[in-house]
């Protein structure tokens, strides 16, 4: 029996996309060297830690990720794919380096397209578009958790974290534009925050 109910969260390693600054989106770009580096910083975070049940994507490095952190756990014996916790989906963006965006439209529409909370991408999702799946997936992660008394692991995305947090955390639209999600961290979460 699990007394106090865990979740923990964190972004996959640096990938390829990542290191040359293209938008990723639904692309599936491998983990770097640096990546798989810092996804064993997670994994040896994670080590004492006991979960049962581990989240990831159908992407290649949410899988990548995830696989370095499960040689750690034995006691996980479920893996589920949920793509509600996917990357943001930068549409027509999607592989198209920073640089030629702001060279064709200026420094201030790729901010505003990077990290304002409302603007979408031609064919892509903006921020409120994320927070929408990933507040179902928390609705349904705790009430999975609650039921069957487990510790989860979630092996998740940039901008999917940033709107996990920014329901979890109750932060405002402005925090939660401004936050740079690191490759190396885990973001606990406990059974208080789950009521």
């Not at 006691?75 to 060279?103: A, S």
């Not at 947090?165 to 606990?188: L, Q």
Request: proline share 3%; with cysteine.
């Amino acid at each position: 029996m699990v007394k106090n109910l865990h979740i923990y969260l964190f972004r996959h390693g640096e990938t390829t996309y990542n290191r040359n600054k293209i938008f990723t989106g639904f692309h599936n770009p491998p983990l770097t060297k640096r990546g798989i580096k810092q996804a064993n910083v997670i994994a040896r975070k994670l080590k004492n830690k006991q979960f049962q049940l581990a989240f990831y994507t159908k992407l290649k490095r949410s899988k990548q990720t995830l696989k370095i952190v499960l040689k750690y756990h034995p006691e996980c014996k479920k893996l589920q794919e949920d793509n509600r916790i996917i990357e943001r989906n930068y549409g027509q963006l999607n592989g198209t380096t920073h640089k030629d965006y702001i060279k064709k439209h200026g420094l201030e529409a790729f901010n505003k397209i990077h990290r304002d909370f409302y603007a979408r991408p031609s064919k892509g999702e903006s921020f409120a578009d994320v927070e929408k799946r990933v507040s179902e997936f928390i609705k349904y992660l705790i009430k999975l958790m609650k039921k069957d008394k487990i510790n989860v692991a979630i092996s998740a995305h940039g901008n999917s974290i940033r709107l996990f947090r920014k329901i979890m955390e109750n932060a405002s639209i402005k925090e939660t534009c401004k936050w740079v999600i690191p490759y190396d961290k885990v973001f606990h979460y406990t059974k208080s925050r789950l009521n």
